[in-house]
């Protein structure tokens, strides 16, 4: 089992940064995919990045592919997400989720994601 705690959420004008930060706990979080989504008020929690147990492959949303990027450093058992080129659009709660499955696939479906944190809000103004 993993336990998921995201941080780094806050207030930033559009065409700002953020950096998310995602720290695990558990001895399996190494062989586990990982993954970013995120909640808007009144639509449905979606996919935003995905990253492979090894970090050497990644997916984005075709909505933020070239603005963010996913990495994830297996030592300090934590995933990031660093978002630039913000837009009001942007604007929703985050989570930190995995499928939770050694050397698992990436997934992109809610669904399909075991384990969530409890998300950090993202406020981005115009």
């Known amino acids: 089992q993993v336990q998921l705690v995201e941080s780094g959420g806050g207030l930033v004008q559009a065409g700002g940064s953020l950096r998310l930060s995602c720290l695990a706990s558990g001895r399996t979080f190494s062989t586990y995919a990982m993954g970013w989504f995120r909640q808007a008020p009144g639509k449905e929690r979606e996919f935003v990045a995905a990253?492979?147990?090894?970090?050497?492959?990644?997916r984005y949303a075709d909505s933020v592919k070239g603005r963010f990027t996913i990495s994830r450093d297996n030592g300090r058992m934590a995933v990031y997400l660093q978002m630039t080129s913000l837009k009001p659009e942007d604007t929703a709660v985050y989570y930190c989720?995995?499928?939770?499955?050694?050397?698992?696939?990436?997934?992109?479906?809610?669904?399909?994601?075991?384990?969530w944190g409890k998300g950090t809000l993202v406020t981005v103004s115009s």
């Open positions: 989720a995995t499928p939770g499955r050694w050397y698992g696939n990436m997934e992109v479906d809610v669904e399909r994601m075991e384990y």
């Open positions: 990253i492979t147990w090894s970090g050497n492959s990644t």
